[in-house]
């Protein structure tokens, strides 16, 4: 089996969007879904029903692009019903698609999806303005990996009760080897770590020789590079661009263009902080938050799982990897909650505020194997500045689920996908 071998050769696994797919397709005319390069956009949209039976069109073959360019709309004549893979290599595409179902309201279905985070592309949005609905797929969870049903703890914490004390067997392997190897789904199928870093180092040539210049011109690829390590040994950390140019040698308005690429092809995002100020003085510039940390450790130059648990970034890795089915388990409730974090001036930090409408959950990560209770004095200090907050949740490494106090729990990291 080839390492680097394409989702339609593993078997298939649902994922927890598609049912929110499935009906946002029945409301509106187009659906988009965004995602990084092989987290399973085009698997999820030739296996699942509907879409399995609508035509499928990918701009990855060559003599399709050229038909977007020269005659588009041909490429879905003779049927109403239209999946549009790897879009953002013919944004001309968009004004048809426009066109379309403006001109046949209520007849046409499309599915745009693509590796590029098309919110971020101007000529894409401007398009597809009051016509779209958004959604990003992000790599596996824990819980699809397993064919579970998507946990509602989200949903029980937001009515501000807490789960039931107790230990929980998990389903999953230890934190580290599963923070070390990633999520991405051809990954389920590698058995052996080096079957596993040569997938990565596959990934990451993919994604800088091709993906990265049809997108935009790069100046220099080592460049690019020694910048994604960078931003990967401060993963987990607040983003201080200054800083990231001084130790890359690379220019601040370079450093800049390269992180937001990085953000339009779903790499890494930067998670703003919480800014509804009441008494103290916040932090205002965003964490960096890779999609994937199994492409963090990579990046950190972590090549076993040993070498990651021994490091000084294991924790904003961890905080990765938490953040990852966070994101998920947020993208299925209506409307999705924003996440967000809260830092003070005086360096009181919590990892992960969700806002839902009025109600917020404050989430702190620490990679340990026993909560204690000085474990959970910023969410205690969260709490009491923001009382409507409902929940506030300490995740960590361990098995056991333990109330801290009144609306305090300690849960294990896996419980986000199981």
């Known amino acids: 089996m080839n390492d680097y071998q394409s989702h339609n050769e593993l078997k298939y696994k649902p994922r927890w969007i598609a049912p929110l797919l499935r009906n946002a397709a029945k409301d509106h005319p187009i659906v988009v879904l965004t995602g990084a390069r092989q987290v399973g956009k085009s698997t999820l949209l030739q296996q699942e029903p509907p879409f399995a039976d609508w035509r499928y069109i990918t701009m990855d073959d060559f003599d399709t692009l050229s038909q977007a360019k020269s005659d588009p709309s041909s490429l879905w004549a003779g049927t109403d019903r239209v999946v549009i893979d790897e879009v953002q290599k013919s944004t001309e595409l968009l004004d048809a698609v426009k066109v379309a179902v403006d001109s046949n309201y209520g007849k046409y279905r499309f599915i745009l999806s693509g590796s590029a985070n098309i919110l971020l592309m101007k000529k894409v949005s401007e398009s597809l303005a009051g016509r779209a609905i958004y959604f990003a797929l992000n790599p596996m ?71 990265l210049r049809q997108l935009s011109q790069i100046d220099s690829l080592p460049d690019f590079r020694r910048l994604m390590i960078a931003l990967a040994l401060r993963c987990g950390q607040i983003l201080n661009q200054t800083e990231v140019s001084r130790d890359t040698g690379i220019s601040q308005p370079t ?112 990679l340990l194997n026993k909560p204690k209770f000085s474990d959970i004095k910023t969410l205690k200090l969260f709490l009491n500045e923001y009382p409507e907050t409902s929940a506030g949740i300490l995740i960590y490494g361990g098995d056991e689920v333990k109330i801290m106090d009144e609306k305090i729990a300690a849960i294990p990291w896996f419980l986000l996908g199981q």
């Open 141 to 211: 969870t824990l819980g699809e990996m397993d064919n579970l049903p998507p946990t509602n703890l989200l949903e029980i914490l937001f009515k501000a009760k807490l789960p039931l004390e107790g230990k929980v067997k998990p389903t999953s392997t230890a934190p580290f080897t599963q923070m070390w190897k990633g999520f991405m789904p051809p990954l389920m199928q590698l058995k052996t770590s080096a079957a596993v870093l040569r997938w990565w180092e596959g990934y990451m040539t993919t994604y800088l020789e091709r993906d």
């Open 255 to 366: 450093v800049h263009r390269y992180i937001n690429l990085l953000e339009t092809t779903c790499l890494m995002e930067r998670l703003p902080a919480f800014a509804i100020n009441r008494t103290k003085r916040l932090i205002k510039s965003p964490k960096v938050m890779w999609i994937d940390p199994g492409l963090a450790s990579f990046l950190a130059g972590h090549y076993d799982p040993k070498s990651l648990q021994s490091s000084r970034e294991a924790g904003g890795i961890f905080e990765s990897m938490v953040y990852l089915h966070l994101n998920a388990l947020a993208q299925l409730l209506i409307p999705k909650p924003r996440i967000f974090y809260w830092r003070t001036t005086t360096g009181k930090e919590v990892d992960f505020v969700l806002e839902w409408g009025r109600k917020l959950l404050a989430i702190e990560v620490k």
